[in-house]
């Protein structure tokens, strides 16, 4: 039930690098989650049939066998050329929308509630106000499934609060566009990939977690966009792990060897 004490893992950017992305798979396995979310750029080239089964079943199989994988799509998942595969590889929550059905979703687990939103540079779906997915957001937020949760999760892959070097046009609209409604409605974290290291940003009382260290090759950490402050940033392959309970979200960055790189608690009273 609402209750039950649960732990969740956040990585992504798995792309390229099949030996670093079965690193992390391996640490994800070690720290035995209920469920995982996977923040997009599962391969490199998703319209690529022959990519998927080395940079992401293979690397990841003893992971898979053991906990169910909620993903969003990134930019790769559009690249190569012919269908986009990430439809049949896999089955996510429909959410009522026309057109949209894999494309963004929520889910309840325990006292939670996550948001899975599609939003890259290549092939995504707009989130500009009066879009289909931003008025299913605003639905969603209103939601008694979203109101009734006591801790509310986003991820998606760009990110909205990154270093300068890596900003783009997607970020810049996320900061514009989005993040106005994860403020106004009470997100507790937002977790995105697309650049390839660790970063922990804090805006208004909503932690921002990048967590693009799956295997795809590492990006500098750089120097931080404007708007929100850094509090941590590490280059290295990592996985996030979630332990939630109605009261006590702890949190834990960890290195493939098991190591510490960041943590943080939150504490709700009420």
């Known amino acids: 039930g ?23 798979a391996e640490s994800i396995v070690r720290s035995d989650p209920d469920f995982i979310l996977h923040v997009g750029d599962q391969v490199n080239r998703g319209k690529v049939y022959a990519e998927w089964g080395p940079q ?7 992971m898979l066998k053991r906990a169910p994988l909620f993903p969003v799509m990134g930019n790769h998942e559009f690249s190569g ?19 949209y059905g894999e494309h963004f979703y929520a889910f309840t687990y325990g006292c939670a509630r996550f948001i899975g939103l599609s939003a890259c540079e290549g092939g995504c779906d707009p989130f500009t106000p009066g879009s289909p997915q931003y008025n299913w957001l605003v639905q969603e937020f ?38 106005p409604l994860f403020e106004q409605y009470g ?9 390839h290291f660790y ?22 950490v750089g120097t931080q966009v404007a708007g929100a402050s850094l509090l941590y940033a590490e280059s290295n392959y990592e996985q996030c792990v979630i332990d939630l309970n109605p009261s006590v979200f702890k949190f ?16 709700k009273d009420n």
């Open 56 to 62: 992401f079943f293979t690397p990841a199989a003893n």
């Open 81 to 99: 050329s012919g269908k986009v595969y990430y439809y049949d590889f896999f089955n996510v929550p429909t959410n009522g929308v026309s057109g």
């Open 142 to 179: 209103q939601s008694p499934a979203f109101q009734n949760a006591r801790w509310r999760f986003v991820w998606d892959h760009n990110p909205p609060y990154t270093a300068r070097e890596r900003d783009n046009a997607v970020n810049v609209n996320l900061r514009a566009y989005l993040v």
């Open 187 to 195: 997100v507790d974290v937002v977790f995105s990939g697309d650049d």
């Open 2 to 24: 609402e209750n039950v004490p649960f732990r969740s893992v956040a990585y992504g950017d798995t792309r390229t690098q099949a030996a670093k992305h079965a690193l992390v």
């Open 199 to 220: 970063r922990h940003s804090e805006r208004n009382g909503i932690h921002y977690i990048v967590t693009g260290g799956g295997g795809a090759p590492l990006h500098a």
């Open 252 to 267: 834990y960055a960890l290195r493939t060897n098991d190591t510490v790189m960041d943590a943080l608690t939150l504490v």
